[in-house]
């Protein structure tokens, strides 16, 4: 897919953002980092070509571009996974440990905070099942198999088996 002008980016994002904007998971992380909900407004976002569906970078949020070929309507989860990003590396106690090693990705600990987040907010605006429909798909994209899926499967539906 083509470049997007930030212009034409820009009224996607914030249709996203307000829906993010008014999911209680969001609300909560918010507050657990000691920001207003309006901060959001402010955090950098854009579309540009990855390797993955998004990625957090010094505090700025990036998305693959190939998310607007549907439109980027059902991808507002993955706002809440990177905002944690955000949050972690704008508001925590130190340097975040990257993620490019896609065998030590699901090991994370800032990984595993966005998958958490992410998996509570699919579970909270489209319920639990799909929920776990998302974290089976990662776990298949990951290649992870055995008692191993399962040990990870609890790890990134955390938050969200709290709900269930």
């Known amino acids: 897919m083509a470049k997007i002008s930030h212009k034409k980016a820009l009224p996607i994002l914030q249709k996203a953002l307000e829906k993010v904007k008014k999911s ?6 918010c507050k657990e980092y000691g920001v207003d909900l309006d ?12 390797d993955v569906s998004a990625r957090t970078e010094k505090g700025c949020i990036y ?4 998310l607007l070929e ?8 993955y706002m809440a996974h990177e905002i944690v990003h955000h949050f972690q590396q704008c508001f925590g ?3 975040t440990k990257g993620s490019r090693n896609s065998e030590e990705y699901l090991d994370n600990e800032f990984e595993q905070e966005g998958f958490q987040a992410q998996t509570d907010y699919i579970s909270e605006t489209r319920g639990d099942d799909a929920a776990e429909e998302y974290v089976e ?3 298949d994209h990951h ?4 008692d191993d899926r399962e040990e990870r499967r609890k790890d990134l539906l ?7």
Not at 24 to 29: I, N
Not at 63 to 66: E, K, L, R
Not at 143 to 146: F, L, N, P, S
């Open 158 to 164: 955390n938050i969200a088996y709290q709900l269930i």
């Open 93 to 95: 106690d130190g340097p």
């Open 137 to 139: 798909q990662v776990l």
């Open 70 to 77: 549907n439109g980027f309507g059902d991808d507002d989860h």
């Open 39 to 50: 901060y959001l407004d402010l955090i950098p976002m854009a579309f540009a070509d990855l």
């Open 63 to 66: 998305f693959n571009i190939a």
């Open 143 to 146: 290649d992870v198999d055995g």
């Open 24 to 29: 209680d998971v969001v609300a909560d992380m």
